[in-house]
């Protein structure tokens, strides 16, 4: 890995003991050791906590530590589409597209997809007071 002055830690909120870096590596606090990942599903990098018996996809675990919580409907996406970039300023939060959650089978067997509307996506992704405010400010 390369080294770099803006590398930043921060501790890993679920596994005590661990720091998870701004340039993918994680290090466990008692002896400074470094763990950068091993290919999982999908060749994404993962981390293996024995301690805590968990798996955790670095890349989400970088993005929830340096970025912030996902929202709902959104998923880790990379800037340059390198699975195996899992840097902190390569990650952000992309919306799933709410058509392939809906994803109805016909009696034939093959799948009907739907394209959804800007309306229902902005509907999914806005909280009802915003909805609210967004309608009286447009009746004004």
Not at 18 to 23: G, N, P, Q, R, T
Not at 89 to 104: E, G, K, Q, V
Request: with cysteine; charged share 25%.
């Amino acid at each position: 890995m390369r080294k770099d002055k803006t590398e930043q830690w921060r501790p890993v909120l679920s596994c005590q003991g661990y720091e998870v870096s701004s340039l993918a590596r994680v290090r466990r606090i008692s002896d400074g050791k470094l763990f950068t990942g091993t290919k999982g599903k999908g060749w994404v990098r993962q981390v293996v906590f024995r301690e805590y018996c968990r798996t955790i996809s670095l890349h989400c675990l970088v993005a929830l530590m340096f970025i912030g919580p996902c929202p709902t409907n959104h998923r880790v996406q990379f800037r340059d589409g390198d699975r195996s970039n899992c840097a902190a300023d390569n990650l952000f939060y992309a919306l799933i597209p709410s058509h392939r959650a809906d994803t109805p089978t016909t009696k034939g067997g093959t799948q009907t997809r739907r394209q959804a509307t800007i309306a229902e996506i902005w509907m999914e992704i806005t909280p009802a007071a915003e909805r609210g405010i967004a309608r009286l400010r447009a009746s004004i």
